[in-house]
């Protein structure tokens, strides 16, 4: 035997010892890459290895308003502010319908850089199983502000509440048990305190849509009055989708009465004296038009009118804003929006107060 026949037989010999040795080896699984899920609309995708929709959404804006003292910290003509949603979505199906859990967390910067201006809160959250729906989101009384930005004077609450919802040929019907002191403020000389509640907000509403129309009224009973007493509002509301004009354009309007129940009409966010017992109104229109697919203006005007009988005073309201939006690409916006507010007092002891107010902002959106 040579050297070359030797080294001949080693190199078998170890190749015959490597094949049996992979033959030992698992082979691995095929890889489980993330999968698109249409069932839930655009979006979602399938997290792996479960049946489970997940869709990651949100934006980041930053913008400047300008006003009379329109920075409570320092008193300053303008307020620059950067804010953030990430909002996250799981859907899928059950044998009792759609199981569907949404979150829309914010973080915002303002003002100064104390730990004041900044903030992250869960701005709504929710668990809903087919016609019951759990959480933080918006209160069953409201109708929705304008399409403008501000959004004008109005019932404008995200309260933690349980609803249920029946649907049939375009009519809907929710009843709704709320937590009240989304509503009110603690620990505030005659007001709305949230500490003396007999029982939960108690709401129902009754909504139709159908094609260019949609409309509600609601009724709502609470026990979020000072001292503990009780009160009531109701609200109607319509909303046109107006194409005949232009693709998107649409106009809506709503009016609402309360009695012991201030916040249902808005008249808490205008001053001390709507936030007593007492009784009063709010009406509000909007219209929104598309010059082009990318460009569209709205104007809303809102009026509120409260008694406090508590106080001995009361108070009107009235607020006209317009704004402009255009998106140069997809997914970006920039806005502007100016308004007039004049707020008058009956009592010497609350100056009346009007004047003008603005807003410039930009916002990319994602996906």
């Not at 080693?10 to 080896?25: K, Q, R, V, Y």
């Not at 916040?263 to 205008?270: E, H, L, P, R, Y």
């Amino acid at each position: 035997m040579n050297f070359k026949t030797l080294l001949l037989g080693s190199a078998a010999a170890l190749m015959a010892a490597g094949g049996a040795h992979a033959a030992d080896l698992t082979v691995a699984e095929p890889v489980d890459y993330v999968k698109v899920c249409d069932a839930f609309g655009a979006g979602y995708w399938y997290a792996p290895g479960t049946d489970t929709c997940i869709k990651i959404g949100g934006w980041v804006r930053f913008g400047v308003k300008f006003g009379d003292d329109v920075d409570s910290n320092s008193g300053n003509d303008y307020q620059f502010r950067t804010r953030s949603s990430l909002q996250v979505t799981a859907s899928s199906m059950t044998e009792y319908g759609p199981l569907t859990a949404f979150m829309d967390y914010r973080i915002e910067s303002y003002g100064s850089n104390t730990a004041d201006s900044d903030s992250a809160y869960l701005d709504s959250g929710w668990v809903q199983l087919g016609p019951v729906q759990a959480g933080k989101f918006t209160s069953t009384f409201d109708f929705g502000g304008g399409y403008d930005d501000d959004g004008g004077i109005r019932s404008d609450e995200t309260t933690d509440h349980i609803a249920l919802t029946y649907a049939l040929n375009g009519f809907g019907i929710i009843l709704s048990v709320e937590d009240p002191q989304d509503r009110t403020e603690e620990n505030a000389s005659l007001t709305l305190t949230g500490e003396e509640e007999d029982f939960p907000d108690l709401v129902a509403a009754l909504t139709y849509s159908q094609g260019p129309i949609s409309a509600k009224i609601a009724g709502a009973v609470t026990s979020s009055g000072y001292n503990g007493d009780e009160g009531y509002a109701v609200i109607a509301g319509v909303e046109l989708g107006l194409d005949q004009l232009a693709a998107g354009d649409k106009f809506k309007a709503s009016v609402a009465y309360s009695d012991t129940a201030p916040s249902f009409i808005g008249a808490t966010n205008v001053g001390a004296a709507g936030n007593g017992n007492g009784n009063g109104w709010n009406v509000l229109a909007s219209f929104v038009h598309y010059w082009q697919p990318n460009l569209d203006s709205a104007i809303t005007g809102s009026y509120v009118d409260y008694s406090d009988d508590d106080r001995g005073d009361s108070l009107e309201a009235w607020r006209v804003t317009f704004d402009t939006a255009y998106k140069p690409v997809n997914n970006l916006t920039l806005l502007g929006e100016v308004g007039y507010e004049k707020v008058e007092f009956d009592s010497p002891s609350s100056d009346d107060k009007d004047g003008f107010f603005g807003l410039a902002r930009i916002q990319r959106d994602f996906p």
